[in-house]
């Protein structure tokens, strides 16, 4: 079984930073792209950043320059360095990967459970 744990979320003041990280950890075989989404409530679930294996990005437009998605794969690990946050980046944010399990399986999106950024005064 395959689990991504996120961690590092929290309330931050407009113009700060939080790093966030996702750990994939279980029966892995090889981990494709990981990325990370975001949901503000009552808007739907986007794509903020993605990160392929070989270390290609991805940016949706409103936080280019601001976020910096990068991975560790000796640790299976993704990050999301935040930077110059505004309140309208508060959201519940998702690490997904698309993760083999075993050599002769598919590649199968997973999802963590999220974890909550919020960005006040």
């Known amino acids: 079984q395959v689990q991504l744990v996120e961690s590092g979320g929290g309330l931050v003041q407009p113009g700060g930073s939080l790093r966030l990280s996702c750990a994939a950890s279980g029966s892995i075989f090889s981990i494709n792209a990981m990325g990370w989404y975001r949901q503000a409530p009552g808007k739907q679930r986007e794509l903020v950043a993605t990160?392929?294996?070989?270390?290609?990005?991805n940016y949706e437009d409103s936080v280019k320059g601001r976020f910096t998605i990068s991975r560790d794969n000796a640790k299976n690990t993704v990050y999301l360095q935040m930077n110059s946050l505004k309140p309208e980046d508060t959201a519940v944010y998702y690490c997904?990967?698309?993760?083999?399990?075993?050599?002769?399986?598919?590649?199968?999106?997973?999802w963590g459970k999220g974890i909550l950024v919020t960005v006040s005064s």
């Open positions: 997904n990967a698309l993760i083999r399990i075993m050599v002769v399986t598919p590649l199968m999106d997973y």
């Open positions: 990160i392929t294996s070989g270390g290609s990005t």
